[in-house]
């Protein structure tokens, strides 16, 4: 049986649960949400604050880039400090821990850089400005961006976000490799902040080797991979 709406009691704030357990349960989850089923993410609220903790010894011990090695293709998926606010925690640090701003702009990433080179970056819809501000940090000039339109819609206060944004930057001069590519895909939401195979083909198909994913969670063909989970 897969429900439309799944409804839990957020009446109590503070419940703190071991982040495996949540993992574990949000996978159970899924099996009964239908394709139209708000997804879990609106509606669930736990707190951890251990993930703090982590985040900023992560920030301290954080495996810094090979820099012998110039790509010509640099894609990041950073884990901007979307969370909610007061004890009640509803955003990505459930699931990883996050990075303030100036620490992402900080990573070392225009040594990585070709002279000719090219960067997606995915940013978070709050999180825009800063993504054209990190990315211009980082040696890039922004000149476009690439969309994800998802299968069903998730938090938001105004609009209930069904799209993320890649944005796409320069240095110096490629030519894409194809250029009948559209600049949207269709793809369906599955775990927390993965990004869909589809996007992946997309970017495979347009760029350069040799190429990086900065924030990876699995390595993958091609590509090199920097990230705590890959
Ligand atoms: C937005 S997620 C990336 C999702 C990935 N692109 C995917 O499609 O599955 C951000 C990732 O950055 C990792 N991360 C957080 N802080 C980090 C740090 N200081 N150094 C390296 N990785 C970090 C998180 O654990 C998480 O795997």
């Known amino acids: 049986m897969r429900y439309n709406v799944l409804l839990t ?3 109590k704030e503070g419940i703190v649960i071991n982040a495996d357990t949540l993992r574990e349960f949000f996978i159970e989850l899924d099996n009964f949400m239908s394709s139209n089923c708000y997804y879990w993410d609106d509606i669930l609220s736990i707190k951890d604050d251990r993930n703090e903790e982590v985040a900023s010894d992560l920030i301290k ?18 884990p901007w400090q979307e969370q909610g606010g007061g004890k009640i925690k ?23 850089a070709d002279d000719n080179c090219w960067l997606y970056l995915w940013v978070t819809n709050n999180f825009l400005k800063d993504g054209l501000e990190v990315m211009e ?4 000039r922004y000149v ?3 969309c994800w339109a998802k299968d069903r819609f998730g938090i938001g206060y105004y609009f209930r976000g069904q799209h993320e944004l890649c944005l796409f930057g320069v240095k110096g001069n490629l030519k894409p490799i194809h250029r009948n590519i559209p600049s949207l895909v269709y793809a369906k939401r599955t775990k927390h902040s993965k990004k869909p195979e589809e996007s992946f083909e997309v970017f495979d198909r ?3 080797e040799p190429r990086i994913e900065l924030f990876a ?6 590509w090199d991979s920097w990230g ?3």
Not at 67 to 78: C, E, N
Request: hydrophobic fraction near 25%.
């Open 9 to 11: 009691d957020n009446s």
């Open 61 to 78: 011990n954080t495996t810094p880039f090979d820099t012998t090695k110039k790509y010509k293709t640099i894609l990041a998926d950073p």
């Open 90 to 112: 509803r955003g990505a640090d459930r699931h990883y821990p996050l990075m303030k701003t100036k620490d992402i702009k900080n990573l070392d990433v225009g040594s990585l």
């Open 137 to 140: 940090h980082w040696g890039f």
């Open 144 to 146: 476009t961006n690439f």
């Open 206 to 208: 347009m760029s350069h």
């Open 217 to 222: 969670r699995n390595k993958r063909n091609g």
């Open 228 to 230: 705590n989970e890959v």
